[in-house]
């Protein structure tokens, strides 16, 4: 089932910058056979929904095997029956 998604991760007890752990977050992200757009507080993407859903477990997993202790991630997912949602479908322009 295709999907959109908004990813939000957020590394705790990391320091002020979070840069490298983000990072790391879109890295993983462009390793799999997604749309996305990054924007000021997290990426959005495109792509299958149970795809998306590994995608989150190897981000946790990775971050945690690197050094983060606490991680926190907000996922909105976006599925249709009617037709395949896009991320072009939402831009407002």
Known sequence: M???AELQVVPIG???SVRAEITRVVEILGSYDFIIETHAS???I???LETIFDAVK???ETLHAEGS???VSFLK???RTD????LVGKRLQ
Not at 83 to 86: E, I, N, R
Request: charged share 25%.
């Open 77 to 79: 997912l976006e599925t």
């Open 69 to 71: 202790v606490r991680l």
């Open 2 to 4: 295709k999907a959109t």
């Open 46 to 48: 495109e792509g299958d």
């Open 83 to 86: 037709k395949p949602p896009t």
């Open 58 to 60: 190897v981000i946790h």
């Open 14 to 16: 990391s320091g002020v």
């Open 42 to 44: 997290g990426t959005n």
